[in-house]
């Protein structure tokens, strides 16, 4: 019980710390907050590597290498393609 | 180890959210964007180090597979799909909270030992929110992708059937954390969430889009944070909360640049239409004036400011590269070009700062409603490009209309209203707009892209 109460905290607490450092955004950034904060929440991956790789069932394993798969994209996918778009954006200020 | 492992993942923590902040600002937006990729890759290396995985071949399999399907997409796809990509990838992260949930849920029942409640609780709320983003998801991305109807699809009961559902949803979650070794109960839980993803974004319409997108955004991270409790890992619950509470915010901007409450976008409850308000005939009736783009060539020659308001129609029709090639041939005459953008322009959050943004628009010239707004009465030429309910002057003046109180850029204040538009058929919203008939409005009838194009022929054969 204690981990869970722990695990609240900090979930009630990030979530402040959420709200506090996403203030003001320009429009402009809108679409690529939303894809790099999106790319982030694939931190999914973590847990999808632990089950993929601790082998307990022939069943928990495909499960976890099939959430690897989908977390990996989410990440990957997400970080290069908001780099593709700030790039746009930089270029030229 | 472990205590090293722990604090490896509170460096990365704290890089999501330094990352996070620099995604706000334009000038720290890259250097965030990285350090969020350099949390990401330190959380999944500490992770491969974890004494609980034996073997190595499976994990690195998919991570090369995802990484490799990840990228592919991420370098080929077309700026105007953004939309579309942003709500696979929100789908795609609520899926893997659903496998890793049901593969800790078999891990945990395998002994004879019965799993804590917390831990069950934390099983059945991340396959619930993970099986409602992914499916939610993926019916966004059929409506952006014109799969299936970019309409509002609005069905009676309905309110019913999701109440229904959700009510189901709830009994089977208590299932899950009273017989947790039963794995019935687990996948009836993501089956019956799962109608319930499709459901609640189906009767969402075209125009309300950015909304859902912001909102399953929020949802990824939540659905991230739920896999956080299943595991007891920290760096999960942490990032998941801030990218929940993000979305959250995204969420909130859009609303209220439509000046509509969530409940009203998620239940497709627009005002009614038709009663009483005016109708087409009456507000068109022989008094829109249609004009050609050799005419509008024209106009250009003596204007000497220029504010281009994109819309939906801009990205349908990929104008966004003639548009540009057109304002930079008004600025070499001299005349000075700037957007007005509306924050729900589009189908996503930013989707037209990210089309003018790939057609080498300057980021200076593109200013947001308020800027607009405050001098668009100086503004010579107001070129509507796709828009129409975001510039209706009826969100003003008519307190019954169903778009009444909605933000709108004030194009009808502009000397002159240059509107480029297939037809006079009402936008989203479903009413017709005034802003069309009135005495300094042209309508140039077309194809958004063929338009610009021609007009620049004429500016260059004159």
């Known amino acids: 019980m204690e981990m869970f109460i722990i695990g609240l905290t900090i979930f009630v607490l990030a979530i402040f710390v959420g709200f506090e450092i996403i203030t003001k955004i320009p429009p402009t950034l809108h679409t690529p907050l939303m894809s790099g904060s999106n790319a982030i929440s694939g931190i999914t991956v973590v847990g999808a590597v632990l089950s993929a790789g601790s082998q307990h069932t022939m069943v928990t394993t495909t499960l976890g290498v099939l959430a690897v798969i989908f977390a990996t994209i989410n990440c990957v996918g997400g970080f290069m393609v908001t780099n593709r778009m700030l790039a746009m954006f930089k270029k030229k200020s | 180890m472990s205590a090293l492992i722990n604090i490896g993942y509170l460096v990365a923590s704290v890089l999501f959210i330094i990352g996070l902040k620099g995604l706000?600002?334009?000038?720290?937006?890259?250097?965030?964007?990285?350090?969020?990729?350099?949390?990401?890759?330190?959380?999944?290396?500490?992770?491969?180090?974890?004494?609980?995985?034996?073997?190595?071949?499976?994990?690195?399999?998919?991570?090369?597979?995802?990484?490799?399907?990840?990228?592919?997409?991420?370098?080929?796809?077309?700026?105007?799909?953004?939309?579309?990509?942003?709500?696979?990838?929100?789908g795609f992260g609520g899926i893997a909270s659903v496998l890793v949930a049901g593969a800790a849920l078999l891990e945990n029942t395998l002994g004879p030992e019965v799993p804590m409640m917390q831990l069950t609780i934390a099983i059945a709320a991340s396959g619930l929110i993970g099986a409602v983003t992914f499916w939610g998801s993926l019916v966004a991305f059929g409506k952006l992708k014109g799969l299936i109807g970019d309409n509002a699809i609005l069905f009676g009961g309905q309110q019913i059937i999701n109440a229904a559902l959700a009510a189901a949803v709830l009994a089977l979650s208590c299932w899950v954390v009273i017989d947790p070794a039963n794995g019935v109960a687990f996948w009836l839980l993501v089956g019956v969430a799962s109608v319930l993803g499709v459901l609640l974004v189906i009767p969402v319409g075209g125009a309300d889009m950015p909304v859902v997108v912001a909102l399953l955004n929020s949802y990824s991270g939540l659905a991230a944070a739920a896999t956080g409790f299943v595991l007891s890992n920290n760096v999960l619950i942490i990032t998941g909360s801030l990218v929940g509470a993000s979305g959250l915010i995204l969420t909130q901007i859009m609303c209220k640049a439509m000046n509509r409450s969530l409940t009203n976008v998620l239940f497709g409850v627009l005002a009614p239409v038709g009663d009483g308000g005016p109708t087409a005939d009456e507000v068109y009736g022989g008094k829109v004036k249609s004009t050609s783009p050799e005419e509008v060539a024209m106009l250009f020659e003596t204007a000497r400011r220029v504010c281009i308001i994109p819309g939906y129609g801009m990205a349908v029709s990929q104008a966004q590269h003639p548009v540009a090639s057109l304002a930079a041939l008004l600025e070499s005459r001299g005349t000075t070009v700037e957007y007005g953008v509306h924050p729900v322009a589009g189908r996503m959050p930013g989707h037209m700062n990210v089309l003018l943004a790939e057609a080498d628009v300057p980021y200076e010239a593109l200013r947001d409603m308020d800027e607009t707004n405050e001098d668009i009465d100086q503004v010579d030429i107001a070129l509507v490009i796709g828009a129409n309910d975001v510039v209706n002057p009826v969100a003003r003046t008519d307190p019954n209309s169903a778009i009444a109180g909605m933000p709108i850029i004030d194009v009808d204040k502009a000397k002159t209203v240059v509107v480029i538009k297939r037809s006079l058929s009402p936008g989203f919203a479903g009413i017709p707009n005034p802003l069309f008939s009135l005495d300094n409005s042209l309508m140039l009838f077309g194809d958004g892209k063929k338009a610009v194009l021609d007009m620049i022929a004429a500016l260059k054969d004159s």
């Open chain 2, 24 to 90: 706000t600002h334009p000038r720290t937006a890259v250097r965030g964007n990285l350090l969020g990729a350099v949390g990401m890759l330190l959380a999944v290396l500490l992770t491969l180090t974890n004494q609980r995985i034996i073997s190595y071949e499976w994990i690195i399999l998919g991570l090369i597979i995802g990484g490799a399907i990840g990228a592919a997409l991420a370098i080929k796809i077309e700026m105007t799909s953004m939309p579309e990509l942003v709500a696979v990838f929100n």
